[in-house]
């Protein structure tokens, strides 16, 4: 994974990542991100225990096979 930053305040802006070839864009950084809503949650496994996720999504403990190329 790589990970895209601004280079004048650090903020993340992306994530590529390499092995699924697809970037995650930080929804923060969008200027209408309020109709977004996420398909699916990945790493679930390292999440920490007070992570909540969102109902009626996939949740993958890892990169799901068809993302990693």
């Given at each position: 994974?790589?990970?895209?930053?601004?280079?004048?305040?650090?903020?993340?802006?992306?994530?590529?990542?390499?092995?699924?070839n697809?970037?995650?864009?930080?929804?923060?950084?969008?200027?209408?991100?309020?109709?977004?809503?996420?398909?699916?949650?990945?790493?679930?496994?390292?999440?920490?225990?007070?992570?909540?996720?969102?109902?009626?999504?996939?949740?993958?403990?890892?990169?799901?096979?068809?993302?990693?190329?």
């Amino acid at each position: 994974m790589i990970h895209n930053i601004c280079g004048h305040c650090g903020t993340t802006l992306c994530i590529e990542v390499t092995v699924g070839n697809f970037y995650s864009v930080s929804a923060s950084t969008l200027d209408n991100h309020e109709n977004l809503k996420p398909n699916m949650a990945i790493y679930t496994a390292s999440a920490p225990s007070w992570a909540v996720f969102p109902e009626g999504i996939a949740k993958y403990d890892v990169l799901p096979p068809e993302l990693s190329g």
